[in-house]
T-cell receptor
Framework: SQQGEEDPQALSIQEGENATMNCSYKTSINNLQWYRQNSGRGLVHLILIRSNEREKHSGRLRVTLDTSKKSSSLLITASRAADTASYFCATDRLTYTGANSKLTFGKGITLSVRP | GAGVSQSPSNKVTEKGKDVELRCDPISGHTALYWYRQSLGQGLEFLIYFQGNSAPDKSGLPSDRFSAERTGGSVSTLTIQRTQQEDSAVYLC???????????FGPGTRLTVT
């Protein structure tokens, strides 16, 4: 079943602009992650935010998490043409053993950055 | 260090044939995952191995799909009597206990004709 759902499904912006992508989920989570996928390639991990965190930064990336609204946003500042890719949010839930659980992915957002 | 590798990168097979897809995880990673991605779609979880625990097979779509992980390292996903709807990119990922970031391989593109 779909856990994370991103919006918008597609986003087209001009180079230099900021890109904001949103993700909503349905059940309680342990962590939320964002991944990027370039066309036809494997996924690359971007950033992980834990359920007790509200905001996290990594370079030009800023992720927020609102557990009360079950939503997260990924902001890419000063976008570049090389940021063109699909972006996925993924959630995992805490298991009884504390071990990793499977990630549940959304369907992704297609970001196009025009040079 | 070396990342997750998968082989073959592309596989074309005839309907009804069996196929085996291989995944070499990052050395030392205890968890290994298989996902499937159809054209333009998100990732569909298939199966998950964690250490010596019984695998989580809840995502396997039918009994034609099976996977094993030998020696806690290399994993093989087997699809028997392939069907056209099995055509997809099959992605493998591995992770350590902590942190939980998953590292993905480049995938195997399976085409069933």
């Amino acid at each position: 079943s779909q856990q994370g759902e991103e919006d918008p499904q597609a986003l087209s912006i001009q180079e230099g602009e900021n890109a904001t992508m949103n993700c909503s989920y349905k059940t309680s989570i342990n962590n939320l992650q964002w991944y990027r996928q370039n066309s036809g390639r494997g996924l690359v991990h971007l950033i992980l935010i834990r359920s007790n965190e509200r905001e996290k930064h990594s370079g030009r990336l800023r992720v927020t998490l609102d557990t009360s609204k079950k939503s997260s946003s990924l902001l890419i500042t000063a976008s570049r043409a090389a940021d063109t890719a699909s972006y996925f949010c993924a959630t995992d839930r805490l298991t009884y053993t504390g071990a990793n659980s499977k990630l549940t992915f959304g369907k992704g957002i297609t970001l196009s950055v025009r040079p | 260090g070396a990342g997750v590798s998968q082989s073959p990168s592309n596989k074309v097979t005839e309907k009804g044939k069996d196929v085996e897809l291989r995944c070499d995880p990052i050395s030392g990673h205890t968890a290994l995952y298989w996902y499937r991605q159809s054209l333009g779609q998100g990732l569909e979880f298939l199966i998950y191995f964690q250490g010596n625990s019984a695998p989580d097979k809840s995502g396997l779509p039918s009994d034609r799909f099976s996977a094993e992980r030998t020696g806690g390292s290399v994993s093989t996903l087997t699809i028997q009597r392939t069907q056209q709807e099995d055509s997809a990119v099959y992605l493998c990922a591995s992770s350590s206990m902590v942190p939980y970031e998953q590292y993905f391989g480049p995938g195997t593109r399976l085409t069933v004709t």
